[in-house]
């Protein structure tokens, strides 16, 4: 387990180092921009950090991967997202179902094809086949009164990730059973909402690249856009997570980025390693057996909320070094922010 902290910690290191070179103003600019102290005290934005200011912050991170236990809350998160798996794909093939043909579901999980394990994606294609199988009439039932069960059955994982964001900035649940409910249940609905969107795009972008007589050049434009498309959306629900997810005053937009961009890379090329280690070197079959794929499809889902949660951390560590208010609205002072990490500053 040491050795995973270790890679872990070394990976999030080097990340955060690029974010803070890249955030860094250069020579000539660093005077108008720099705060007043040498470690970002007065910092109004991510970019006024020094780099003692990043130093401080990169550390931090390093310490609360221990002491915030990352791997093994990550684990348990990961339980409850592979609960919620199952119930979430009834839902998505009822979506999906009203809108486009399920036949063609299969056909588009090729689009995640180098992201997530073969033998993980071959699981999840098991399971769609299955139930697009169905006749009309099970799928309408599924839909008519399954859809709101299987949504509350996937809502589980998202409540697991929200618990998991309160451990990394240091805050209890004030939410409301209905409050929390509703809000997770919003980010349940809206990812299966975007799934569904974005398959049926690979099916109409062809139609409307040939109509723009782009003809061959189509082909490679969704072969090679797709990536930084993926990117872009990824990014931008990363940063709405850690603003809405934890339970507490809300950070400004720009206080919730960095954290985004980090765990986004992070997710990226940690998702192409990994399935290339596990097509080319891991051996879960001869390991596990009959269970080889489902502990790669675990594995990976693991990898993928440890990244999560560490772009909170760094979040969390950069509002934890400024003095400044980092939450929404007016400015208030240190103690009446509503949120721990804005109300104290780091020693």
Do not use: C
């Not at 499809?297 to 560590?317: D, K, Y």
């Amino acid at each position: 387990m040491w050795i995973s902290e270790a890679i872990l910690a070394g990976a999030a290191l080097a990340a955060i180092s690029a974010v803070a070179m890249a955030a860094t103003a250069p020579a000539g600019a660093s005077a108008a921009l720099a705060p007043a102290d040498d470690r970002g005290r007065d910092a109004d934005t991510p970019v006024d950090f020094p780099p003692r200011g990043w130093k401080e912050i990169a550390l931090r991170v390093y310490g609360e991967i221990v002491d915030d236990r990352l791997l093994a809350v990550a684990a348990g998160v990961t339980f409850y997202v592979l609960l919620a798996i199952f119930p979430a794909l009834v839902a998505l093939v009822s979506l999906y179902g009203m809108i486009a043909d399920v036949g063609t579901l299969n056909d588009h999980l090729a689009t995640f094809s180098g992201i997530v394990p073969r033998s993980g994606l071959e699981l999840v294609r098991e399971q769609v086949t299955r139930l697009v199988t169905k006749s009309d009439g099970a799928l309408g039932f599924a839909f008519v009164f399954g859809l709101g069960a299987a949504l509350w059955s996937a809502n589980a994982g998202m409540k697991a990730l929200f618990d998991a964001l309160n451990v990394v900035y240091e805050e209890r649940e004030k939410r409301s059973f209905i409050v929390l409910n509703l809000t997770s249940f919003a980010f349940t609905a809206a990812g299966l909402a975007f799934v569904v969107l974005a398959f049926n795009a690979v099916v109409v972008l062809p139609i409307v690249l040939d109509f723009l007589w782009l003809g061959q050049g189509a082909e490679a434009l969704l072969t090679y856009g797709r990536w930084p498309v993926l990117l872009i959306s990824l990014l931008a629900g990363l940063t709405v997570l850690y603003r809405f997810g934890p339970s507490r005053r809300k950070p400004k937009w720009r206080w919730a980025a960095p954290g985004s961009v980090v765990a986004g890379l992070l997710w990226i090329a940690g998702s192409l390693a990994f399935s290339f280690y596990a097509e080319n070197f891991a051996s879960y079959d001869k390991t596990y057996g009959s269970l080889g794929a489902a502990i790669a499809f675990m594995t990976w889902i693991w990898m993928s909320v440890i990244v999560v949660l560490l772009g909170g951390e760094l979040n969390a560590e950069m509002e934890h070094q400024t003095a400044e208010d980092t939450t929404h609205g007016a400015p208030r002072p240190l103690g009446q922010r509503g949120a721990r990490m804005a109300d104290t500053v780091a020693s």
